[in-house]
T-cell receptor, first 116, second 113 residues
């Protein structure tokens, strides 16, 4: 099925370890996003990429880096994990469409990350 | 600041009732207002969306009411069912030349039989 695929689904890290969360979409979308979801905080944007080759910081970028490898793939890296980064991470993609058209994000199923 | 304020944080309604979730925004540059539904262990999924040139939009049992002057919009679920139990997020997109959405903090809705 077409959509957004995230790996891994679950991960436990020790403080200071690094890891990369992978995301791929097969809908030929231009824009891709990384969000984190925490109880009572909603979805907060970490980084986004409006098109291949471009990335921009979102609301909570500290402690993260991203790579837009190609149009399909957008990875999120934690260089030195901290307990405050324990969260559920969602990747999403969207079409870039004009204001007269309805569009929406397609989200992956999430990565549940625990940093101990 | 580009904020979207959502209330209530949680809501319990009996089957057949009409839960209402409210959102408010400050930035008049927002031009698109979607609602997302999220089931446990899943990513959010687009439910319904509205643009500020209309005051109401219905899709099945879901209705968005939009008040441009008050900068508020709300989601109503008619004839609610236990299967509607989920977390609902409102969001807003600004005409800033990108597709970024700003999300509300979410409402956990429980429909009891």
């Amino acid at each position: 099925n077409a959509g957004v695929t995230q790996t891994p689904k679950f991960q436990v890290l020790k403080t200071g370890q690094s890891m990369t969360l992978q995301c791929a979409q097969d809908m030929n979308h231009n824009s891709m996003y990384w969000y984190r979801q925490d109880p009572g905080m909603g979805l907060r944007l970490i980084y986004y990429s409006a098109s291949e080759g471009t990335t921009d910081k979102g609301e909570v970028p500290n402690g993260y880096n991203v790579s837009r490898l190609n149009k399909r793939e957008f990875s999120l890296r934690l260089e030195s994990a901290a307990p405050s980064q324990t969260s559920v991470y969602f990747c999403a993609s969207s079409d870039v469409q004009g204001p007269s058209m309805v569009y929406g994000y397609t989200f992956g199923s999430g990565t549940r990350l625990t940093v101990v | 600041q580009q904020q979207v304020k959502q209330s209530p944080q949680s809501l319990i309604v009996q089957k057949g009732g009409i839960p209402i979730i409210n959102c408010a925004y400050e930035n008049t540059a927002f031009d698109y207002f979607p609602w997302y539904q999220q089931f446990p262990g899943k990513g959010p999924a687009l439910l319904i969306a509205i643009r500020p040139d209309v005051s109401e939009k219905k899709e099945g049992r879901f209705t968005i009411s939009f008040n441009k002057s008050a900068k508020q919009f709300s989601l109503h679920i008619m004839d609610s069912q236990p299967g509607d139990s989920a977390t609902y997020f409102c969001a807003a997109r600004g005409n800033f030349g990108n597709e970024k959405l700003t999300f509300g903090t979410g409402t956990r809705l429980t429909i009891i039989p």
